[in-house]
C-alpha cells in the first residue's frame, strides 16, 4: 500500500496537502510524516507570524521562515518525508522554491497555477520529488509537454484537485464549479493513462478534495488513483498549526456555512462563509493599502477590491476568526472533535499503522 514518488517512498498513500497561512506548518507536516505520510509545509504568507518579520521585509523573511519549519519538521520525524507547498501565483514562487530545496525539502507540490518552470528552478536539487496540481487532462498534459520538452523530465506525480470539494483556492472558474460536470475519479485515469500513452512511463496520480475517511480513501484507490491529498481532515488535530478558534470554526461549522468567495488573487476559493462579511468589511473599513505585495495578481493590490488574503489568512490562523478568512473542502462540517494524527492514520489505515510506521519514522 506504500506510495512511491521520485526517490521517495512512504507507509501510506497519502500526502497532507498543504495549508497556508501556517495552517499546516513544522508542527503538522512533522507529524504526518511520523506517521508514514509525506508532510507539506504551506509556504504562503510563512513569514508573517515568524521572527524574521519585521511588518516590511515580506520577501526576505518568507525564505528563512521556510528553512526554519522545514527544520522544526525534520527535528520531529527525522527519517519522514517532509516537503512544502508554493503556490505558483505568489510573487516570490521561485525564491521560496529555491529556499525550500536548500532547507532540505525532499518534495515540492505546487498549486494556485502551473509551475511550467519549476524543474530549471530545482537542477541542483535532482532528488527533490515535483508535483504540479491540476484539476484537467488539459493542464496536466501542459505541463508535462512543457517539462519534457525544455528539462527532459516529467512530474514525478501529479495532484488532481477536485473543485467541487476542496479547501482554499481553486483551480476553475466560478461558474464551472458545482455544476455537475466535473469527474474527479475520470480526471485521475485520463491523466494517468496520459503519461502511458505519450510518454510510456507510469506517473502516480493523486486524488484530493473531499477525502475524507477511510472509506473515501478505499473508493480513491479502487477508481484508479495511486494515493490521495487530505487537507481539511487534517486541521482538528492536535498537531495542526492553526489557532484553537480556528479549529473551532470547523467544529461549529454546517454544510451550508461553507461556500465559494472570489480570492482577491482572481481565483474562487472555499471557505467557511459565516464570517466573510466580517473578513470583506476588515480591510475596507481601516482603508489598509496592499501591504506585503504577496501575489503577482491581486485585485486587491491593484484597486483595493475584495480583501487582503495573506494577512486575512494569516490573522484566522493566529485565532481572529472575526476578520480571518477559513479556508476548508467540503466535508470540513464532518469534523466534531479534535484528534491527533496517529489517531487519523489509525482511522485511515487501521490499526497496524502505528506500530508500522514507528518502524519507518
Ligand atoms: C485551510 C486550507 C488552506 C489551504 N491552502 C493551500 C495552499 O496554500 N496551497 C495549495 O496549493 N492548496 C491549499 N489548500 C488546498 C489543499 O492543499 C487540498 O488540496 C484540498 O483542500 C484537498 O481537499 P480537502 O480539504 O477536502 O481534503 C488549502 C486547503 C485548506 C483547507
Given at each position: ?28 507536516a512533522g507529524a504526518v510524516a511520523r506517521s508514514g505520510g509525506v508532510g507539506l509545509i504551506a509556504c504562503a504568507g510563512i513569514g508573517i507570524n515568524s521572527p524574521h518579520y519585521n511588518g516590511r521585509n515580506y520577501f526576505s523573511a518568507e525564505p ?298
Amino acid at each position: 500500500m506504500s506510495l512511491t514518488i521520485g526517490k521517495h517512498t512512504v507507509t501510506w498513500p497519502l500526502i497532507q496537502g498543504g495549508m497556508g497561512v501556517r495552517v499546516s506548518g513544522a508542527g503538522l507536516a512533522g507529524a504526518v510524516a511520523r506517521s508514514g505520510g509525506v508532510g507539506l509545509i504551506a509556504c504562503a504568507g510563512i513569514g508573517i507570524n515568524s521572527p524574521h518579520y519585521n511588518g516590511r521585509n515580506y520577501f526576505s523573511a518568507e525564505p528563512l521562515a521556510i528553512k526554519d519549519e522545514l527544520a522544526k519538521a525534520r527535528a520531529l520525524a527525522p527519517l519522514g518525508i517532509i516537503g512544502v507547498n508554493v503556490m505558483v501565483a505568489t510573487t516570490n514562487y521561485e525564491d521560496n522554491v529555491r529556499a525550500a530545496c536548500e532547507g532540505g525539502a525532499q518534495v515540492i507540490v505546487c498549486g494556485a497555477g502551473l509551475p511550467m518552470n519549476l524543474p530549471g528552478l530545482t537542477t541542483d536539487w535532482p532528488d527533490v520529488a515535483l508535483i504540479p496540481i491540476a484539476s484537467s487532462l488539459k493542464a496536466a498534459e501542459l505541463v508535462a509537454r512543457k517539462w519534457k520538452k525544455a528539462y527532459d523530465r516529467l512530474p514525478d506525480a501529479v495532484v488532481v484537485e477536485d473543485p467541487d470539494t476542496a479547501g482554499g483556492h481553486l483551480g476553475e472558474k466560478l461558474e464551472n464549479i458545482g455544476n455537475g460536470t466535473y469527474d474527479q475519479y475520470e480526471t485521475v485515469r485520463q491523466i494517468k493513462q496520459h503519461f502511458v500513452d505519450v510518454y510510456n512511463t507510469v506517473v502516480p496520480v493523486i486524488a484530493a478534495g473531499g477525502i475524507w475517511d477511510r472509506a473515501d480513501v478505499e473508493y480513491a484507490l479502487a477508481q484508479g488513483a495511486d494515493g490521495v491529498q487530505m487537507a481539511s481532515r487534517f486541521v482538528c488535530t492536535v498537531e495542526c498549526d492553526a489557532a484553537d478558534a480556528f479549529k473551532q470554526m470547523y467544529l461549529d461549522a454546517r454544510p451550508e456555512d461553507i461556500g465559494l468567495i472570489m480570492s482577491p488573487a482572481g481565483l474562487p476559493g472555499r471557505a467557511i462563509l459565516s464570517n466573510i462579511e466580517g473578513v470583506r468589511s476588515r480591510d475596507r473599513d481601516l482603508g489598509i493599502r496592499c501591504p506585503s505585495n504577496c501575489l503577482k495578481k491581486c485585485t486587491y493590490k491593484e484597486s483595493g477590491e475584495r480583501f487582503c488574503i495573506v494577512h486575512s489568512l494569516d490573522r484566522a490562523q493566529r485565532g481572529d476568526v472575526e476578520t480571518g478568512i477559513v479556508f476548508c473542502g467540503t466535508n470540513a462540517w464532518k469534523a466534531d472533535h479534535i484528534e491527533t494524527v496517529a489517531d487519523v492514520f489509525e482511522e485511515l489505515f487501521g490499526a497496524e499503522s502505528a506500530a508500522k510506521s514507528a518502524v519507518s519514522a
